[in-house]
C-alpha cells in the first residue's frame, strides 16, 4: 500500500537535545512538507522540498533544519534551538508543487520534558 | 501566515442534521481545500475547488466558493457519529507557495 510513514509515533526529548523525525513516502512524489500544529491551532509551515536536494523555509523554520537526499526520505530535525518545540508534527507530500492534494502522515507527538 | 480562517470554531449538532462551515480567505486563490482529521490523526484530503468552480459535490458533502466574497462553505448532510473530526480549509495560491492552512473547525456529532 502506498503512503506516507512517520516515525516514532511520540518522541520524548530532554530540553537542550536535538531529536530527528523521520518521514518516508513510497508515492513517488516530487514535493514534501512538514507542518507543525499546537492545540487549537491550524497547520503552520516549517519546510518544504519540491525536488531531492532542494528545500525552502516556511512560516516558522526557526530552529530546525531538513535533509532531501533522497525522493522518498525528508527528516526534520529540531534542534535544541527550538524554544517551544512540544507539538504535534505532521509530514504531508504531492505528486508535484503544482498539484493540489496533499497526503499526510498520521504524524508525530513530540513533547519535551 | 494565516489565509483561511473557518467558522464556527466548534460546532455539535445530533445525528442526521446537517453541518456547515465556513472559510474566509484574504488574497487570490488558484483552488481551495477542505480536509478532515481524526483527533490524534493526519489529515485526509475531502474536496479541492478551483477558483473557476461554484459548487462541487462528492458524496454527502458540497462545497460552495463565492471568490467575490473570497469565502468557501463545506456542508455535510445527514450527518453520522463517524463524521465527529476537525475540518479545515486550505487554500492554493498563485506562484510557488504551499498550501496554507485554517484552524479548523471542530464538529461533535451526538448519536
Known amino acids: 500500500d502506498g503512503g506516507i510513514t512517520q516515525s516514532p509515533k511520540y518522541l520524548f526529548r530532554k530540553e537542550g537535545q536535538n531529536v530527528t523525525l523521520s518521514c518516508e513516502q513510497n508515492l513517488n512524489h516530487d514535493a514534501m512538507y512538514w507542518y507543525r500544529q499546537d492545540p487549537g491551532q491550524g497547520l503552520r509551515l516549517i519546510y518544504y522540498s519540491q525536488i531531492v536536494n532542494d528545500f525552502q523555509k516556511g512560516d516558522i523554520a526557526e530552529g530546525y533544519s531538513v535533509s532531501r537526499e533522497k525522493k522518498e526520505s525528508f527528516p526534520l530535525t529540531v534542534t535544541s534551538a527550538q524554544k517551544n518545540p512540544t507539538a504535534f508534527y505532521l509530514c504531508?507530500?504531492?505528486?508535484?508543487?503544482?498539484?493540489?492534494?496533499?497526503?499526510f502522515g498520521e504524524g508525530s507527538r513530540l513533547t519535551v520534558l | 501566515s494565516q489565509q483561511g480562517e473557518e467558522d464556527p470554531q466548534a460546532l455539535s449538532i445530533q445525528e442526521g442534521e446537517n453541518a456547515t462551515m465556513n472559510c474566509s480567505y484574504k488574497?487570490?486563490?488558484?483552488?481551495l481545500q477542505w480536509y478532515r482529521q481524526n483527533s490524534g490523526r493526519g489529515l485526509v484530503h475531502l474536496i479541492l475547488?478551483?477558483?473557476?468552480?461554484r459548487e462541487k459535490h462528492s458524496g454527502r458533502l458540497r462545497v460552495t466558493l463565492d471568490t467575490s466574497k473570497k469565502s468557501s462553505s463545506l456542508l455535510i448532510t445527514a450527518s453520522r457519529a463517524a463524521d465527529t473530526a476537525s475540518y479545515f480549509c486550505a487554500t492554493d495560491t498563485s506562484g510557488n507557495t504551499p498550501l496554507v492552512f485554517g484552524k479548523g473547525t471542530r464538529l461533535s456529532v451526538i448519536a
Open positions: 504531508a507530500s504531492s505528486i508535484s508543487r503544482n498539484t493540489g492534494e496533499l497526503f
Open positions: 488574497t487570490s486563490i488558484n483552488n
Open positions: 475547488i478551483r477558483s473557476n468552480e
